[in-house]
Nanobody, 120 residues
Framework: QVQLVESGGGLVQPGGSLRLSCAAS????????MAWYRQAPGNERELVAD???????NYANSVKGRFTISRDNAKHTVYLQMNSLNTEDTAVYYC??????????????WGQGTQVTVAS
């Protein structure tokens, strides 16, 4: 079993920065893709960024140039550095990890969500 714990959310003024973290614990064999999603009130959940085992990254157009996703494989942790935040970034942010077991079974795991509010 794998559990994901998120941290780093909060209230920030427009133009400010936040860094989200998500750490996995439990019986971990190999974590493949890691990603961050977000969901604002009244909107569908959307992919913000993802990063592959080899370090390839993908970003939503709305965050390109402002957000950076990274991972620390030794710590089983994914990060999201968010700069130049604006009000449209306000949402609940969820981390995601795909875990591959020793018998090559893939399981999806989600964090509990952390609130990011950008307001003056």
């Amino acid at each position: 079993q794998v559990q994901l714990v998120e941290s780093g959310g909060g209230l920030v003024q427009p133009g400010g920065s936040l860094r989200l973290s998500c750490a996995a614990s439990g019986s971990i064999f190999r974590i493949n893709v890691m990603a961050w999603y977000r969901q604002a009130p009244g909107n569908e959940r959307e992919l913000v960024a993802d990063i592959s085992t080899g370090g390839l990254t993908n970003y939503a157009n709305s965050v390109k140039g402002r957000f950076t996703i990274s991972r620390d494989n030794a710590k089983h942790t994914v990060y999201l550095q968010m700069n130049s935040l604006n009000t449209e970034d306000t949402a609940v942010y969820y981390c995601y990890m795909k875990h591959c077991t020793r018998i090559r079974e893939n399981w999806d795991y989600w964090g509990q969500g952390t609130q990011v509010t950008v307001a003056s």
